[in-house]
């Protein structure tokens, strides 16, 4: 089954201590990307990625790194988490940036 | 970079009647205009797109329609049901300023409620 997959699927974390979130594809797509979603904000994107090595800063990427060491893989790290990093996230994939995009079924972060 | 604004940002609808949901956008090389419908509890999903070259795309009762002119494209559900129900964004292809790379620039997001 064509997929986006996510974990941890929820996570309650404290300041400071570093996580990651991983996010893995089957569908042998080059474009993937981080989105957060907060109440009345939609969605706004961490960080994109066009393919293996090649990754670049969406509107909010402070605080967060990325890595594209692998076609399927795109995990997303917080290095030093903070309660302003509480969010929705969501990775997706698609084939290029003008084609759908496929959504992971998000991962709920709480950071005390 | 581009910018995507999108209203109303509420919607409430009787069921069977029509809702409309418009967006606009700033970047006139946008050529990719997609609309993403969110369960509660779910990912987004992508319902229908329209390309720069076609005016106007439909799919049973959802259609979007898109005035490059005004820079402005609207996503049009017609006899509306319950399980319409979700929030909906639109978004528009860009990229940023001194970047090659290309992106999507979401919407603020829809809550449509449709009530029986």
């Known amino acids: 089954e064509a997929q986006v997959t996510q974990n941890p699927r929820y996570l309650i974390t404290v300041t400071g201590k570093k996580l990651t979130v991983t996010c893995s594809q089957n569908?042998?797509?080059?474009?993937m990307s981080w989105y957060r979603q907060d109440p009345g904000l939609g969605l706004r994107q961490i960080y994109y990625s066009m393919n293996v090595e090649v990754t670049d800063k969406g509107d909010v990427p402070e605080g967060y790194k990325v890595s594209r060491k692998e076609k399927r893989n795109f995990p997303l790290i917080l290095e030093s988490p903070s309660p302003n990093q509480t969010s929705l996230y969501f990775c997706?994939?698609?084939?290029?940036?003008?084609?759908?995009?496929?959504f992971g079924p998000g991962t709920r972060l709480t950071v005390l | 970079g581009e910018n995507v604004e999108q209203h109303p940002s509420t919607l409430s609808v009787q069921e069977g009647d029509s809702a409309v949901i418009k967006c606009t956008y700033s970047d006139s090389a946008s050529n990719y205009f997609p609309w993403y419908k969110q369960e509660l509890g779910k990912g987004p999903q992508l319902i229908i797109d329209i390309r720069s070259n076609v005016g106007e795309k439909k799919d049973q009762r959802i259609a979007v329609t898109l005035n490059k002119t005004a820079k402005h494209f609207s996503l049009h559900i017609t006899e509306t049901q319950p399980e319409d129900s979700a929030v909906y964004f639109c978004?528009?292809?860009?990229?940023?300023?001194?970047?090659?790379?290309?992106?999507?620039?979401f919407g603020r997001g829809t809550q449509l409620t449709v009530w029986p």
């Open positions: 569908m042998n797509h080059e474009y």
């Open positions: 978004a528009a292809s860009g990229s940023d300023r001194g970047s090659t790379l290309g992106r999507l620039y």
């Open positions: 997706a994939s698609s084939l290029a940036t003008d084609n759908e995009q496929f």
